[in-house]
């Protein structure tokens, strides 16, 4: 297949977020999780669970969603000495629950309220238990689950927090996921910039570029820290290793770019852990500067940091 008939394959549904491609893409041979699975370990006095809300395989043209401005040459290289396919892919939605001793904080909501009702009862609290929940951002996969079909709350006694520069872009369009999930909500919702605080130890930084208000979280706790990156990557390879690879969903790709730039940077240099929403499960890794063909950052998934006590 040769890099044009690859690229003109993309279909009509180029500009669509996650949200959109992967319910569509679902009957093409896709995989659903046999129940949520979770990962809960303690960060400082916190404890957190990374909740495996959904994945499935994509087979629709890899490149033309991770890799817009790169030759297929490069594509396929870079997937190969991965040892990852560079025909499919596997998309996850992982949102994250904090327990910071006060108060359980949920960020984000995946695609349906059942889907994250389940994927909470799983990490061992229930949507009541919910006191504040986080979107990062308002494409669907992440505002999902903030509402069944009929309108009806998930999480009954939540307050909610999100980027007053994410919200004021929505409500300027007539986003029917927005309008049905997020606009019912507005009241209990609480609007922060760069440096807002959800509650202690969790504080809010801007990262624009996926969306234009779209924001990643700092956990502090008892001098340990870690970042939730929401979308900042969208895949552990293409996106992270090689930020400046263009992904259909970043909605301003230059500032997305420079966002992914100075974020994996941050975490390279002070070896920060991250939760990347859409990171292989358990979503959960560091990163390092460099890296083969090219690669400005490479991801190094945690394994058994976070079993010890010391
Ligand atoms: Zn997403």
């Known amino acids: 297949m040769t890099s044009i008939t690859r690229r003109t394959a993309m279909t009509a549904g180029a500009a669509l977020p996650f949200a959109a491609a992967a319910p569509r893409l679902a009957s093409a041979g896709g995989h ?29 043209d890899p490149q033309g969603i991770f890799g817009m401005n790169v030759s297929e040459e490069e594509f396929d290289t870079v997937s190969r000495n991965n040892f990852i396919s560079a025909e499919a892919a596997q998309f996850f939605f992982t949102p994250t629950i904090v327990n910071t001793g006060n108060e359980t904080v949920l960020f984000d909501t995946g695609l349906n309220a059942g889907g994250i009702a389940a994927a909470v009862e799983a ?128 909605m301003d790709k230059e500032a997305a770019a420079a966002t992914r730039r100075r974020l994996l940077g941050m975490l390279a240099a002070d070896r920060i852990p991250m939760i990347g929403y859409h990171m292989p499960f358990p979503a959960m890794g560091y990163v390092a500067e460099g890296g083969p063909d090219g690669a400005a950052f490479h991801y190094v998934p945690a394994t058994y940091q976070f079993m010890m006590d010391t």
């Open 32 to 60: 659903a999780a046999a129940g949520p699975k979770t990962n809960t370990f303690s960060l400082g006095g916190f404890t957190v669970s990374t909740l495996l809300a959904g994945t499935r395989t994509v087979t629709d």
């Open 123 to 250: 990490a061992g609290s229930s949507a009541e238990d919910v006191d504040v929940v986080v979107i990062t951002h308002m494409h669907g996969d992440h505002i999902g689950g903030l509402a069944g079909d009929d309108g009806t709350p998930t999480f009954p006694n939540a307050r909610y927090v999100t980027g007053q520069a994410e919200f004021d872009h929505w409500s300027g369009t007539d986003n029917e996921n927005f309008a049905n999930k997020v606009a019912p909500l507005a009241e209990k919702m609480e609007f922060i910039g760069d440096g807002g605080s959800v509650a202690s130890g969790i504080t809010g930084m801007a990262a624009f570029g996926h969306t234009p208000g779209h924001m990643v979280y700092m956990l502090e706790s008892d001098g340990e820290q870690m970042v939730i990156m929401a979308d900042s990557t969208n895949h552990y390879v293409w996106s992270l290793a090689y930020p400046d690879w263009e992904v259909r969903f970043d």
